[in-house]
């Protein structure tokens, strides 16, 4: 393992894609609005593979943030197939941002980089076949080394709070609002759902070979999971979420059981979450979003089957999403009329329970979470202050080292009270 002395707090790997490009403005952008989250000798550094793209991008930036309370940052020149230039980037920071994907044909490179350079890491992926696969082949390592490897820190986490009684089973449920100028999602994380799709034999082996502890037979009443197209009384027309968040909450509950989340040091005031059941739906605003989402579903789950209709897929993005995603990024105004909401419906139980006696919940609570834009500005911001978190408690003992998730990972952190300071607020009701 390298010494790593000399270091950038953060290193921005990526930093001239969509996403990498908004993970460096936000960085100048809270140096500005929060300049008391910076450490008086931040540095950090910018990396990819083309000095000049990596310096127009620091450079739009310092003329748009003139107020910026920080150092603009260094410029480091990194490909994921040049070991050298890796090991270059990982020795000389502490906290790695990688905004580079396909992660399942990009990541693992930089993973066993900074694992060997005592490097610790975030990303933004949402691929759960890739997430598994690292957990399992490099747990021990990165332990080891005592480097906290942390996936899906943009926008695949989850909640818990406790309130007195314990929960058994979270409904989640996505709403996403746009205004006039409609939506646009990036051709990466197209990219990445049409692979996803066509590895679902690969995750299903990489769980089977994995050595985390299964998760329990469910405590109380069995929570009912909605496979197809349906109403919830509540919320309206909904239908699964098939991207990430079932996946990372389901390892978040193997990983606590294992005993993997276990931190040096420990806070009175908070306690280990229970497992829990758990579905995720996508709500749908009417029935024509519904009859739409099915046919282009369909079609779209058809073809990511096979090597030919997977190379159909990525050659037509737009065609085959009804416009939802193109090669084209998505423009700032849509960018900036878009919101996200996140319904958490939360049901258990005040007392005790008999193992093997179903009885209905007699506790609810709902906390719903609303930010900017899911995948381009609110993304972000939560994996900068996921860095940050790693930057101001891992060394105090309240991250543990490992490949984690952000629940795993931030659990004795005060991450979500920093979430609100950048426009990711939390609502509990009973």
């Known amino acids: 393992m390298s010494n790593n002395t000399n270091k950038?707090?953060?290193?921005?790997?990526?930093?001239?894609?969509?996403?990498?490009?908004?993970?460096?403005?936000?960085?100048?952008?809270?140096?500005?609005?929060?300049?008391?989250?910076?450490s008086s000798n931040f540095r950090w550094a910018i990396a990819g593979r083309s000095a000049e793209r990596l310096e127009e991008v620091v450079n739009e930036f310092v003329h748009r943030y003139p107020r910026a309370t920080i150092e603009k940052p260094a410029i480091l020149i990194s490909n994921v197939s040049q070991k050298e230039q890796l090991d270059a980037m990982t020795s000389q920071t502490k906290v790695l941002i990688n905004a580079v994907g396909p992660f399942r044909f990009m990541g693992e490179?930089?993973?066993?980089?900074?694992?060997?350079?005592?490097?610790?890491?975030?990303?933004?992926?949402?691929?759960?076949?890739?997430?598994?696969?690292?957990?399992?082949?490099?747990?021990?390592?990165?332990?080891?080394?005592?480097?906290?490897?942390?996936?899906?820190?943009?926008?695949?986490?989850?909640?818990?709070?406790?309130h007195g009684w314990i929960p058994t089973q979270i409904e989640m449920f996505l709403?996403?609002?746009?205004?006039v100028a409609g939506m646009r999602g990036g051709y990466a994380t197209f990219e990445s759902a049409v692979h996803g799709f066509g590895s679902a034999d690969l995750l299903r082996e990489i769980r089977k070979a994995s050595t985390l502890k299964r998760l329990p037979y469910p405590q109380g009443q069995k929570l009912k999971f909605h496979k197809g197209a349906s109403c919830d009384e509540e919320f309206g027309y909904r239908v699964p979420f098939m991207f990430a968040d079932p996946s990372v909450v389901r390892l978040s509950q193997q990983i606590f059981l294992t005993g993997l989340a276990n931190t040096e040091k420990q806070k009175s005031d908070v306690i280990l979450p229970p497992p829990i059941q758990f579905a995720a739906y996508l709500l749908l605003p009417s029935l024509w979003a519904l009859l739409l989402y099915m046919f282009y579903g369909f079609i779209f789950s058809l073809l990511a089957a096979y090597p030919w209709g997977r190379n159909l897929l990525l050659e037509h993005p737009e065609l085959f999403s009804h416009g939802l995603f193109s090669k084209e990024h998505p423009t700032e105004t849509q960018l900036d009329q878009s919101s996200f909401e996140i319904i958490l419906r939360s049901k258990g139980y005040d007392h005790a329970l008999t193992p093997g006696?179903?009885?209905?919940?007699?506790?609810?609570?709902?906390?719903?979470?609303?930010?900017?834009?899911?995948?381009?500005?609110?993304?972000?911001?939560?994996?900068?202050?996921?860095?940050?978190?790693?930057?101001?408690?891992?060394?105090?003992g309240y991250v543990p080292n490992g490949v984690l998730t952000p629940a795993t990972a931030f659990w004795e952190t005060d991450l979500i009270e920093k979430l609100r300071y950048v426009g990711i607020t939390f609502d509990v009701s009973n």
Do not use: W
């Open 8 to 38: 950038f707090d953060i290193t921005v790997f990526g930093g001239t894609g969509l996403t990498g490009k908004q993970i460096v403005r936000h960085i100048f952008e809270l140096s500005v609005d929060r300049p008391e989250f910076y």
């Open 109 to 162: 490179h930089v993973i066993r980089s900074c694992i060997e350079n005592g490097c610790n890491y975030v990303d933004v992926t949402g691929e759960p076949e890739f997430i598994e696969r690292m957990q399992h082949s490099y747990q021990d390592k990165a332990v080891a080394n005592k480097v906290a490897i942390v996936h899906a820190c943009g926008f695949d986490s989850n909640l818990y709070t406790q």
């Open 175 to 179: 709403k996403l609002h746009t205004g």
């Open 357 to 396: 006696y179903s009885v209905p919940p007699n506790r609810n609570i709902k906390v719903v979470v609303r930010g900017p834009e899911s995948g381009y500005v609110a993304t972000p911001r939560i994996v900068v202050q996921c860095a940050m978190a790693i930057l101001n408690n891992k060394d105090q």
